[in-house]
C-alpha cells in the first residue's frame, strides 16, 4: 500500500492576490482553450485587485511566452468574453464580459 503525505501549508490565503478563481462558466466553455482560461481567471485577480494587466505581466505571472498570451487574448475576444480597448502609445486595456 502507497504511503500518502500530507503536506501542511505554510500560510494561509489572505487575500485575491494569493489564489485565482475561475467561474465555472468559463470552465465548461468548449470554445476556449486552458491557456484561455487561466488568462481569464488572471485577469479577474487582476481586477479585483486593481492591477494594471498588460501582456507582459500576464506573460510573467502565467510563465508563457507573449505570444501565447495574444493567442489567448484573441480566443477570449472571439468567444465575447473580453473587450480589447486599443491605446495608441499605451498598452492595451482589457474588459471583461460577465461569463455567469
Given at each position: 500500500?502507497?504511503?500518502?503525505?500530507?503536506?501542511?501549508?505554510?500560510?494561509?490565503?489572505?487575500?485575491?492576490?494569493?489564489?485565482?478563481?475561475?467561474?465555472?462558466?468559463?470552465?465548461?466553455n468548449?470554445?476556449?482553450?486552458?491557456?484561455?482560461?487561466?488568462?481569464?481567471?488572471?485577469?479577474?485577480?487582476?481586477?479585483?485587485?486593481?492591477?494594471?494587466?498588460?501582456?507582459?505581466?500576464?506573460?510573467?505571472?502565467?510563465?508563457?511566452?507573449?505570444?501565447?498570451?495574444?493567442?489567448?487574448?484573441?480566443a477570449?475576444?472571439?468567444?465575447?468574453?473580453?473587450?480589447?480597448?486599443?491605446?495608441?502609445?499605451k498598452?492595451?486595456?482589457?474588459?471583461?464580459?460577465?461569463?455567469?
Amino acid at each position: 500500500m502507497a504511503n500518502i503525505a500530507v503536506v501542511a501549508p505554510t500560510r494561509r490565503l489572505h487575500s485575491a492576490r494569493d489564489s485565482s478563481r475561475i467561474p465555472l462558466a468559463i470552465i465548461t466553455n468548449k470554445n476556449i482553450g486552458p491557456g484561455a482560461k487561466l488568462v481569464y481567471s488572471k485577469l479577474l485577480t487582476y481586477a479585483a485587485t486593481n492591477v494594471t494587466a498588460t501582456n507582459k505581466k500576464l506573460a510573467i505571472d502565467l510563465a508563457v511566452c507573449p505570444r501565447s498570451i495574444r493567442n489567448y487574448i484573441s480566443a477570449l475576444k472571439s468567444a465575447g468574453l473580453v473587450k480589447v480597448r486599443l491605446r495608441p502609445g499605451k498598452a492595451s486595456s482589457y474588459e471583461l464580459t460577465v461569463a455567469f
